[in-house]
Structure formats: C-alpha cells, structure tokens
C-alpha cells in the first residue's frame, strides 16, 4: 500500500482542473497513470507548456500554433536554454479532470453513497450521503481550490447555508485551519482530507490508509474479543455491520478478526481496533 500525495496534490494546483497533458503529468508524477483515464480533451488550445529545467520569470515555455495543426513548445528565455518541442494537437489542447469518474472509484474508501455529482458552486460539488456511522446520512461536499481564500470562503457558505450537519472532502488538507475546525465544530461537522483517507494498493485498488494514531494500540486478546465488540454494540446500538463499514473491511475479513485468524498487525485489525476504542463521546456525536 502507497499514498497518493502526489496524485492528491495535483488537484489542488490545476486551476479549475484545466490544463495541457504534460501539466498534468507534471503535477502528478508517478500517479499519472491513475489519472490519465479521466482527462477529456477541451476545444481550447493551451498558452504554456512545462519547462524540463524551469528557473525565472521566462519559464515555462510557450505554446505556438503554427496554423497549420501543426504546433511547439517555445523556450521563452533570451538565452534558449531548452529546445523548442514539437506538439501534436492534442498535446496543445487543455485536459479537463472528469472529477465524477475520480469520486466513483474511491466513494468506497470514503464511506460516501455518491449520487450524481451536481455543481453546488464555482470548486463545490454535491458528493452524496455519508454511509459512517458518526455521520451517517449527513451531506458530504467535495472542495476543489487551488487558493486557500477561496477554500475558506466555500466552508464559511456551507457553514451558513446547510441546514444540517456535513462532510466537507478535499484532496489535502493543505488550506485547513484552526480557525475553519471551529466553524466546522461549531456546527458539528467534520472534513476528510483523501491524501490522509486514499491509497493504492499492491493490486493497483484505492483503499483506505491506516489511521497512524492506531500504531501504539496493541491489540485486543482474543479471549476478550466477543465481550469488547458486545460492549460496543450495545453502547451505540449497533451491529456487527456498522462496525465492518465503518472500519472499511469486507465482512469476512472482520469475522476473521474476532476469531483470531486475521493478522493483529495489518491494516484491517488496526482499523477495527480503532473504530472500536474511539471515545463514546466522538462515537455518538450526531
């Protein structure tokens, strides 16, 4: 399992997640490839193009069209300290991110039953309900900004306007602050940042990263198992597969762990152990 900064990231620097291919790619990294997919062509040729080496106010380099549907990529600097590059067409046109197609694949790992992504405002879209138990049936928004002025300006509109309680999702947590937790708080509201929620594993699948604060837990001996996870369900009222959702681990997976043959240092025991020791307090806020 690896995480997705990079990846995360990148949808926080591509203004309006508009750009060229190799922009893309840039920003992205070694995750391109799990982007690639969802980039659909716009009508609208680019004005810049990467730099291999950028170093001034004269990168990056620009983007000629020739008229010809022949076009290149033109070191701007006095001194042409890279190669004009040959582009095809669809080089030189901006991408835009099919933002919808990225939330399907990882609705899961976030705990979201998606709807049909809806436009709530310039960076906000309406991402669904929430399937967790703390938040169950609360709106989750999904933010996309590249200034931290506007992010807060967004949280600041939701905290005004939803009538209920809601999850706010961002790529990273990059643009949060002291100040945007307590409107959050205040409202009894909560955020999730994905580059902390999503990663990929072995078999090239998001998952859901370990949560780090579980590594000093050891774990619950198997004779007490039953008796911990009874004590749950009647705190909370809940059952064996609120607890599985919640951890996000399959079903069989978790039966695996109350009967000792689920390995106490992955990822899946971790979770569990977590979702189990978390303060009633927490648990309950509705």
């Known amino acids: 399992m690896r995480r997705l900064t990079q990846l995360w990231q990148a949808l926080e620097r591509v203004p309006g997640l508009c750009d060229l291919p190799a922009f893309w790619e840039h920003h992205c990294g070694a995750d391109y490839p799990l982007i690639q997919p969802h980039l659909r062509s716009t009508d609208d040729f680019g004005a810049r193009y990467p730099c291999p080496h950028p170093r001034d106010g004269d990168c990056p380099r620009r983007v000629v069209d020739y008229g010809d549907r022949s076009f290149a990529a033109i070191c701007r600097h006095p001194h042409k300290l890279c190669e004009d590059l040959p582009l095809s067409p669809k080089d030189a046109l901006v991408h835009r991110l099919e933002i919808d197609a990225i939330v399907?694949?990882?609705?899961?790992?976030?705990?979201?039953?998606?709807?049909?992504?809806q436009a709530r405002a310039?960076?906000?879209?309406?991402?669904?309900?929430?399937?967790?138990?703390?938040?169950?049936?609360?709106?989750?928004?999904?933010?996309?900004?590249?200034?931290?002025?506007?992010?807060?300006?967004?949280?600041?509109?939701?905290?005004?306007?939803?009538?209920?309680?809601?999850?706010?999702?961002?790529?990273?947590?990059?643009?949060?602050?002291?100040?945007?937790?307590?409107?959050?708080?205040r409202r009894q509201s909560g955020f999730i940042s994905m580059d902390d929620r999503v990663g990929l594993s072995d078999d090239g699948s998001f998952v859901a990263l370990e949560v780090t604060d579980t590594d000093e837990i050891g774990p619950t001996p198997l004779e007490q198992r039953n008796a911990v996870l009874e004590k749950y369900k009647l705190?909370?009222?809940?059952?064996?597969?609120?607890?599985?959702?919640?951890?996000?681990?399959?079903?069989?997976?978790?039966?695996?762990?109350?009967?000792?043959?689920?390995?106490?240092?992955?990822?899946?025991?971790?979770?569990?152990?977590?979702?189990?020791?978390?303060?009633?307090?927490?648990?309950?806020r509705r």
């Open 235 to 284: 705190d909370f009222n809940g059952t064996d597969q609120t607890i599985y959702e919640d951890a996000s681990v399959h079903k069989s997976d978790f039966y695996k762990w109350l009967n000792g043959t689920l390995d106490d240092k992955s990822v899946k025991s971790k979770r569990i152990e977590e979702i189990l020791r978390i303060d009633p307090r927490l648990r309950t």
């Open 122 to 185: 310039h960076g906000v879209w309406e991402l669904g309900l929430s399937t967790s138990r703390t938040t169950r049936n609360h709106p989750v928004f999904l933010m996309v900004f590249t200034r931290p002025a506007d992010f807060r300006s967004a949280i600041c509109e939701l905290a005004a306007s939803c009538t209920t309680p809601f999850v706010a999702v961002a790529p990273t947590g990059n643009h949060m602050t002291v100040e945007l937790r307590e409107v959050l708080g």
């Open 104 to 117: 399907r694949s990882i609705a899961q790992v976030l705990c979201v039953r998606t709807q049909a992504l």
